[in-house]
C-alpha cells in the first residue's frame, strides 16, 4: 500500500473518514490502494478478491479509466458496495450505461478525444 503523503487532499480526507467510520462502530477498517492502471494490465479479479467495499475516488484525465470501470463491473456484479465520487460516480454512469444499453463504446466526453457515445462529464 502507498503512504498516506502521496495522495490528494481530498482522498486523504476519504480514507480518514472510513477509518473514523470504522472506530465509531468498532469496526477494523482496513483500506487497500488499488492503481487503476494496474487493473487495466492485469485484470480485476487480481486486485478485488477479498475486498467488501469499493470507493473510486476524484481523478482526472483519461489515465486509468478503464480500469475504474472494470472494478466497478466487478463489485457491481459481485454485490459488493460501491461508493463513487466526482470521476468515479461518472464511471459508474459509464458502467451502467455499457450494461443497459450494450454501449461498448461509451466515454466520458471531457476526457477522450475519440468516442461513439459520448456521456455528459457535468
Not at 26 to 53: C, F, P, Q, T
Amino acid at each position: 500500500m502507498e503512504s498516506i503523503s502521496n495522495f490528494t487532499t481530498h482522498t486523504k480526507a476519504s480514507l480518514k473518514r472510513f477509518i473514523h467510520a470504522g472506530a465509531a462502530n468498532d469496526a477494523r477498517v482496513e483500506l487497500v490502494w488499488i492503481d487503476a492502471e494496474e487493473v487495466e494490465k492485469h485484470g480485476v479479479e487480481k486486485y478485488m478478491k477479498g475486498i467488501s467495499g469499493l470507493l473510486v475516488a476524484p481523478g482526472f484525465g483519461s489515465r486509468g479509466i478503464e480500469g475504474k470501470i472494470r472494478a466497478i463491473k466487478y463489485v457491481r456484479e459481485k454485490k459488493i458496495p460501491f461508493f463513487g465520487i466526482c470521476l468515479g460516480m461518472q464511471c459508474a454512469v459509464i458502467e451502467s450505461a455499457r450494461k443497459r444499453r450494450q454501449t461498448a463504446g461509451c466515454k466520458l466526453h471531457g476526457v477522450s478525444a475519440s468516442y461513439k457515445n459520448k456521456m455528459s462529464s457535468t
